[in-house]
């Protein structure tokens, strides 16, 4: 079984995919995230951004991680929520839950990453993007494996920033970062197929016929 403290890859410099459309929805909680649970990078978005965190959100709905982070007395969030195959949105749209430009607060700013193969700076929350994937890492009550759709909208996910970011380049999950306290996106996250399916860039939307 994986070990997602070992869940890390590089993306080659020099070989970036066009930029596409990513097909998403701002959540109703958008604006309050973004002003509420966010904060300015102290830079352009494009000059910061070099690292890509995948996480899992230990619930069963894209709500439930929205209502953790609404929470009083907690401050995450995450750029983007990918939805369970339960939900009405899973197989259509990725949820966006806070402004790119902004830093969300999706790992620890304490983190020591002099300890972790990142480093470019202290503070992983400035320089980078957080995924949430709606998964209960498939904990012994309830067994939940991660869709297809889930992995390949991760991987799209991925495409889309380093199509736009020409800095990024460390795909990481919250495991390999702050394995202490953090085990997602868990065992069961197919990561090698999610690594292939971005480097061979098999995730990228197909073009329409003509285009």
């Known amino acids: 079984m994986a070990n997602p403290e070992t869940f890390y890859f590089t993306l080659p410099s020099g070989k970036r995919p066009d930029l596409f459309p990513l097909n998403e929805q701002k959540h109703p909680a958008y604006d309050w995230l ?17 690292t890509i965190v995948i996480h899992a959100t230990a619930g069963y709905a894209t709500q439930d991680a929205i209502d953790t982070w609404r929470r009083d007395g907690n401050v995450a969030s995450a750029h983007w929520i990918i939805p369970d195959e339960d939900e009405p949105k899973h197989g259509n749209v990725v949820w966006a839950t806070v402004a790119e430009a902004k830093a969300a607060r999706h790992v620890r700013d304490t983190i020591n990453v002099s300890e972790t193969v990142l480093g470019e700076g202290s503070n992983v929350n400035n320089r980078s993007l957080g995924i949430e994937i709606v998964n ?46 953090r085990a997602d996106p868990g065992k069961k996250f197919p990561w090698m197929e999610f690594r292939e399916a971005v480097l061979n860039y098999s995730a990228l939307p197909n073009k329409p016929a003509g285009g």
């Open 136 to 181: 209960t890492q498939d904990v012994e009550e309830y067994r939940d494996p991660f869709s297809v759709w889930q992995t390949t909208m991760t991987a799209r996910v991925v495409l889309y920033a380093w199509a736009k970011y020409p800095k990024l380049k460390h795909v990481i999950s919250h495991a390999k970062l702050d394995s202490t306290r």
């Open 34 to 50: 973004t002003s509420n649970r966010a904060r300015e990078r102290g830079g352009a978005a494009s000059d910061a951004i070099d």
